[in-house]
């Protein structure tokens, strides 16, 4: 070869894409948080925000390409690795037991957001921000749609409200669920637009233990603050604990109305 290099613009780099439009995938860290991001091409294009949280004893590497889409519509997708997950395995405690495991990665995620929507709006602007959250995810999505009011809708998906954790027993964690525990706070949650989604087969969070008592907690509590309108519960036939195409697409089409 002699250096010389030309550039066809009928044959560019290979991208990752949705449909005909290209998107870049980058690896930060932000507020300290491990995180991949999908987003336009130029930095500039991009005009909002969506926060992606996955489930206990999963990574963030799972959610790429879930809600690339939103990339084509000028969103950054920002997909951290929640507490004590993913590059931060290193980080959990001795001594937890598995629910304990969990409640402590939830308690710390919460505690960080607000410093990572704080590096968010350094990185890409005052621009809004959506969350959403799968099974343990749910549980942070649906705090954060209570204590943080930068979150403009929140979408929580196979997950519940309901946290009735005997087996957790530590104090600070304890404190916690009872602080927050959704049926309980409901009435913290408007007017944020809030999306609840389960599947009929969910054998983790069935829906007469699980979805319907925190959507019926959350239906009322939107009724009382006279914004019923924001609440909007979906329940997907034959799904079961995962995130599925028509929830995926819900979730999308919930994120992008005005």
Not at 18 to 46: N, S
Request: net charge negative; aromatic share 8%.
């Amino acid at each position: 070869m002699t250096g010389e290099w030309t550039f066809n613009p009928a044959d560019p780099h290979a991208t990752p894409m949705t449909g005909d439009t290209p998107y870049l995938i980058e690896r930060r860290v932000l507020a300290g948080i491990p995180c991949l991001i999908e987003r336009p091409v130029e930095v500039a294009q991009v005009q909002a925000a969506c926060v992606v949280y996955h489930g206990a004893w999963a990574a963030k590497e799972g959610k790429l390409g879930v809600y690339s889409a939103l990339t084509a519509r000028g969103w950054a997708v920002v997909i951290p690795d929640a507490a004590l997950h993913g590059e931060r395995l290193k980080e959990t405690p001795p001594g937890l037991q598995a629910r304990e495991y969990v409640w402590e990665s939830v308690r710390q995620t919460v505690t960080e957001a607000p410093a990572l929507l704080d590096t968010l709006a350094e990185t890409f602007g005052p621009v809004s921000v959506c969350v959403t959250g799968s099974s343990m995810g749910g549980y942070v999505t649906q705090t954060l749609a209570r204590t943080e009011r930068r979150v403009r809708r929140a979408a929580a998906l196979i997950t519940s409200g309901v946290w009735e954790e005997p087996e957790v027993q530590k104090p600070e964690l304890r404190a916690f669920l009872e602080a927050n525990r959704p049926v309980t706070h409901a009435g913290d949650a408007p007017p944020t637009p809030l999306l609840l989604a389960s599947g009929d087969h969910d054998p983790v969070f069935s829906l007469d233990e699980h979805h319907a008592p925190t959507a019926a907690a959350y239906r009322t509590a939107y009724a009382q603050a006279g914004c019923p309108e924001r609440f909007h519960e979906r329940v997907f036939p034959g799904v079961g604990h995962f995130t599925s195409r028509g929830m995926r697409d819900a979730v999308l089409q919930f994120f992008l109305q005005d």
